[in-house]
């Protein structure tokens, strides 16, 4: 992260004029514009951050990162819809890391505002907090932000160049201008390439003001649209971290404390240094690295290495962790960010119920293991990875090298998933620092699947304590106390320094901003001060709370003896019809009825997290091979669809992240160390086991919404519910196989 005393070398540039032959872009204009990074090759144009012009045609920069979600495909949509290009002939790149390309909605972009109550005090807020991740540099990937940040701005890049190649083409083109395909055309039919017009139009202020097209006239956004990543993914040509070769390349691994956050006593490698082909056993304080002639022998070398480790700084076991965890609930809540009516006391003549509900840290086990390669030569670092957060990388490992961020490049490539876990730099900084030893040389430190798994920054476990009650088939109390340790303060103190005062609004996400017309209703957070790292898993806080709060309005439907589908419809038609219409269709997709033959289990739940309600429905069968997940139905609203089968994906495959680790997530601590180290005990649906899974895409919700993990809360407590209507068995705890079999 940009940290402040670092601005004066990625300061504002406040005009326009300053972008080194290039020319102003409207939105920048408006908000005072910052450099445009591009430095583009001898023969081509830069007009704007977001846009390269040669002769082969137009390259679009994407600022967000390809992590498998789609979202290069929709950014370059929205450039090219007001640019009047071929979207098919569009290259995209990933761009270079910088200010320029921050997220302005990372902190606003989903504001849980419940439908149509986004006033223009709100959006006033909005607008000024707009200015925090442009001042600190968020050039970060997450949040489900990236097209809720680039809707207007990218089409707004789009439009702006439009009208400058316009202007470039008036002195040889009569009548009215128009553009079409790459061209401007004149009146009588003569056309010019973009690629002849961008130089000179590169020294023109195009318009400020610039009409964006309605939607009416979109030919790519709100369609069906395919991948620009595919065919590279599909033919094995798309680079990846691990991809990456370089002349001269070294190959490491590292090998650090299993007791996260703990140091090193000492270590012998006198062993692995007489391995053929070891080069260094590099001390890092806590862990060491492994330089050898290949990756597997730098494997093979670190496991020779005895190090004699210290303990860890919080509970050895899961027990104590828990423990740890549940004794945050004795002190005074951190949030109480929900508190409607009188909670204390339970409504005459009601029905009250109570429960508790358990789950576990996670990893986030992305497909390909942790990553970098860097090269130091005493005054610059290049460092190559798949990263969600390129200038927080780039902080991070010049410190790590002993540089300023300006002599640090960050080559962002694919990922093979992310999840929230390539938000953390210290992959980069451990690449940093083995490259500082090793100067004038690319070094690959490539992460054992063990090691990164044993290495993660975990979604912390959690309990809630439920009360509520109900009368006359209604829901007339909900009381909610929920602990965990906080991800914001953890993370933040991490990237910032310091963790932000005052109620942490992520610990309690998807149970304190739910649209449930509940009239006493009250959410406390209470924070957890335990040491083992947790970060940002797909959802954040709304993967735990929406399976503690759909499971015990599940329970809440039940002791009032309604239907689960429509006591949630009645309680939440009256705030938000959106939400609402979701539930009806699910109800109708699924063929919901309210009962289920012998065999047969369904749930329901719905979630509303990064500005998107969600609502699942999930079928279990029994089998002689044990409970199968059969089918699932999602009905989602994101307000303004851009791409519509790519927002399925998503749906869906947040849906089948959230069902694995209902299923099968856990992380447990023994001796101060992770337990898990591979698939084969943190194992994850597999084709054949996940449900075939219909998704409906609708755009009655007032603001766009997030897709990327809206998916996620949702499926866990529709899963449980599932289970429960199959077995009459409540799950309180996570991962459900410990209480169900399925098969496999």
């Given at each position: ?10 300061a ?52 967000r ?40 909605a ?23 907090m ?56 004149g ?6 390439a ?30 069906d ?29 590292v ?10 006593k000492?270590?012998?490698a ?12 590099i ?8 330089v ?43 949030s ?78 694919f ?39 044993r ?38 103190s ?29 959410v ?8 083992v ?15 503690f ?34 539930l ?19 749930g ?11 609502a ?16 699932a ?9 851009l ?9 869906e495959?947040?849906m ?6 209902a ?8 001796d ?30 007032v ?26 068995k ?15």
């Amino acid at each position: 992260m940009g940290r402040i005393r670092k601005y004066t070398r990625r300061a504002f540039i406040v005009s326009s004029a300053a972008v080194a032959g290039g020319v102003a872009f409207g939105v920048y204009m408006a908000k005072k514009p910052l450099e445009n990074p591009l430095k583009p090759k001898a023969g081509a144009v830069t007009l704007n951050p977001y846009l390269i012009i040669d002769q082969e045609g137009v390259t679009i920069i994407a600022p967000r990162a390809e992590m498998g979600q789609g979202v290069q495909s929709t950014l370059a949509a929205l450039v090219a819809e007001e640019l009047d290009v071929a979207w098919k002939d569009v290259r995209v790149l990933h761009g270079p890391a910088a200010q320029a390309y921050y997220n302005g909605a990372l902190i606003t972009g989903h504001a849980e505002y419940e439908d149509g109550k986004r006033g223009a005090w709100q959006e006033f807020v909005r607008d000024a907090m707009d200015v925090v991740p442009k001042t600190l540099g968020l050039q970060v990937t997450g949040g489900s932000t990236a097209t809720i940040d680039a809707f207007e701005k990218m089409r707004l890049a789009g439009a702006t160049a439009r009208e400058a190649l316009k202007l470039a083409a008036a002195e040889r083109l009569s009548g009215a201008l128009r553009t079409e395909n790459g061209q401007v055309i004149g009146a009588d039919g003569s056309a010019i390439a973009y690629a002849d017009l961008a130089e000179a139009a590169a020294k023109i202020t195009p318009p400020r003001d610039v009409t964006l097209r309605p939607a009416s006239q979109w030919k790519y956004l709100g369609r069906d649209m395919p991948r620009v990543d595919m065919v590279a993914k599909s033919t094995g040509t798309a680079q990846y971290g691990a991809d990456v070769r370089l002349e001269g390349m070294k190959f490491a691994t590292v090998r650090i404390n299993p007791r996260l956050g703990a140091g090193m006593k000492s270590y012998d490698a006198s062993t692995a240094e007489r391995m053929a082909g070891v080069q260094r056993v590099i001390d890092l304080g806590n862990g060491i690295a492994v330089v050898a002639s290949n990756t597997w022998l730098a494997f093979q070398a670190a496991d020779a290495v005895q190090i004699d480790w210290e303990e860890a700084p919080y509970p050895a076991t899961t027990d104590g962790l828990f423990a740890a965890i549940e004794a945050s609930l004795d002190e005074a809540p951190n949030s109480t960010l929900r508190d409607d009516g009188d909670t204390s006391v339970t409504p005459e003549g009601a029905i009250e119920i109570s429960a508790e509900y358990r789950v576990p840290y996670l990893a986030h086990a992305t497909m390909e293991p942790m990553n970098a390669t860097a090269l130091f030569t005493g005054d610059a670092l290049e460092i190559w990875c798949g990263n969600q957060a390129p200038l927080v990388l780039a902080d991070k490992a010049a410190d790590a090298a002993g540089l300023s961020a300006d002599q640090v490049t960050v080559h962002t490539l694919f990922m093979g998933g992310g999840f929230g876990r390539r938000a953390e730099a210290d992959v980069a900084i451990l690449a940093a620092k083995v490259a500082k030893e090793m100067p004038d040389a690319p070094v690959k430190v490539m992460w054992s699947r063990e090691e990164d798994m044993r290495h993660d920054f975990y979604r912390p476990a959690a309990i809630a304590r439920m009360k509520g009650a109900v009368k006359d088939g209604e829901a007339v109390l909900f009381d909610a106390r929920i602990a965990a340790p906080s991800v914001t303060k953890q993370s933040m103190s991490r990237i910032m320094g310091f963790a932000p005062p005052g109620p942490d609004p992520a610990h309690v996400e998807g149970a304190a901003n739910q649209p449930y017309d509940i009239a006493n209703y009250r959410v406390a957070g209470h924070l957890a001060d335990v040491d083992v790292p947790v970060g940002f898993w797909r959802s954040v806080g709304n993967s735990f709370n929406g399976f503690f709060h759909e499971s015990f309005i599940d329970e809440l439907a039940h002791a009032a003896g309604a239907d689960p589908l429509q006591f949630r419809f009645d309680h939440i038609a009256p705030l938000s019809p959106p939400t609402a219409k979701l539930l009806n269709a699910v109800r109708d997709m699924s063929g919901w009825s309210g009962k289920t033959p012998d065999g047969i289990g369904r749930g329901v739940a719905v979630t509303w997290s990064f500005g998107t309600p969600v609502a699942q429905v999930i079928e279990v069968a029994d089998s002689d091979a044990g409970i199968r997940i059969t089918k699932a139905w999602i009905a989602c609203d994101v307000g303004t669809a851009l791409d519509p089968r790519n927002i399925r994906a998503q749906m869906e495959g947040g849906m089948i992240y959230g069902l694995s680790a209902a299923v099968h997530g856990e992380i447990t601590f023994a001796d101060g160390e992770v337990e898990q180290e591979n698939f084969p005990d943190y194992d994850a649906l597999r084709m054949g086991t996940a449900p075939v899974t219909q998704v409906q895409v609708f755009e009655n919700n007032v603001h766009m919404g997030g897709v990327g993990e809206p998916g996620t809360p949702p499926s866990m407590p529709a899963l449980a519910n599932a289970l429960f209507d199959l077995t009459g068995k409540r799950a309180r705890e996570l991962p459900l196989s410990k209480l169900f079999d399925f098969a496999g």
